[in-house]
């Protein structure tokens, strides 16, 4: 055989096992590529888009899963943590307390002589600390009359007395499982007393027209600036004591003191 038959021969083997290799590596590599192989060893298009959805369906519900296990574990859902002391103010924004009150006071003990029953209203605002303990600081104002026998002593016509504070005042529920609890409060803060002697004096005012006016206009007064306490107990209404180091009216040197009883009805919560 001659050298180009041999030559000619060697080409043809060496073209016909590169083609079956390169079809082999083909088929691997096809088949490597697909996801999901069909008996035909390819896909569709639709096929192909079909199985990407699916893959996304499938991850959104995972992911939505996973929300709806958080959200349950943060809400205390089937008996969890945050439905502990259900009923009561365990979020931080309802810790806070108010009260409002509005009613009467009487004079007791040293101040009979001197003073008359009277108004008041109270305001106040604080913590729920426990189901039991509440701190307050609170307001009040009590507006009495005072005796004719005083004023005639005087020489004036008239006269009131006027008694504002600032205390801190624990409130302590005896019964905080029920609506309507009895508790108890006391506390101490700062007094101010003004009594004010008046008489009627005429005055002229014009608006849309002008005219003359009787009102009682001081004459005299004096105030005192002490410290004070109050303890009372409540139900539907409060009653409280109240107990001011003031001097007597009569001896503004001496050593006195001012006893009210005011009893308010109002909300609390």
């Known amino acids: 055989m001659s050298v180009s038959c041999w030559m000619s021969l060697t080409q043809r083997v060496s073209l016909l096992c590169g083609a079956a290799l390169f079809a082999v590596a083909a088929a691997s590599a096809q088949s490597s590529l697909s996801p999901n192989p069909t008996s035909s060893g390819t896909l569709s298009a639709d096929e192909a888009s079909s199985s990407a959805f699916q893959l996304v369906d499938d991850d959104l519900a995972s992911g939505a899963s996973a929300l709806s296990a958080a959200a349950s574990a943060a809400t205390g859902s089937g008996g969890g943590a945050g439905q502990e002391d259900h009923g009561w103010k365990h979020n931080v924004s309802n810790n806070f307390a108010v009260m409002a009150g509005a009613g009467f006071n009487a004079p007791v003990g040293n101040d009979v002589p001197y003073l008359t029953w009277g108004g008041n209203f109270s305001l106040g605002g604080g913590l729920h600390l426990s189901k039991r303990f509440t701190v307050l600081a609170e307001y009040q104002f009590m507006d009495d009359k005072l005796p004719g026998a005083l004023i005639a002593a005087i020489g004036t016509q008239g006269g009131n007395a006027h008694i504002w504070s600032l205390t801190v005042d624990p409130v302590i ?81 001496s050593f006195g003191s001012t006893e009210v009883l005011p009893v308010t009805v109002g909300v609390r919560w």
């Not at 306490?229 to 409540?234: F, I, M, Q, S, T």
């Not at 109240?242 to 001097?247: A, H, N």
């Open 173 to 253: 529920d005896l019964f905080p499982k029920h609506d309507n609890s009895v508790y108890v409060t006391g506390g101490y803060g700062f007094y101010r007393k003004l009594t004010s002697f008046t008489e009627p004096e005429q005055e002229e005012e014009c608006s849309y027209y002008c005219g003359v006016f009787v009102q009682n206009v001081p004459v005299a007064h004096f105030s005192s600036n002490q410290g004070g306490g109050n303890l009372g107990v409540g139900l539907f209404a409060e009653a409280r004591y109240v107990f001011i180091d003031t001097p007597p009216i009569t001896n503004p040197k």
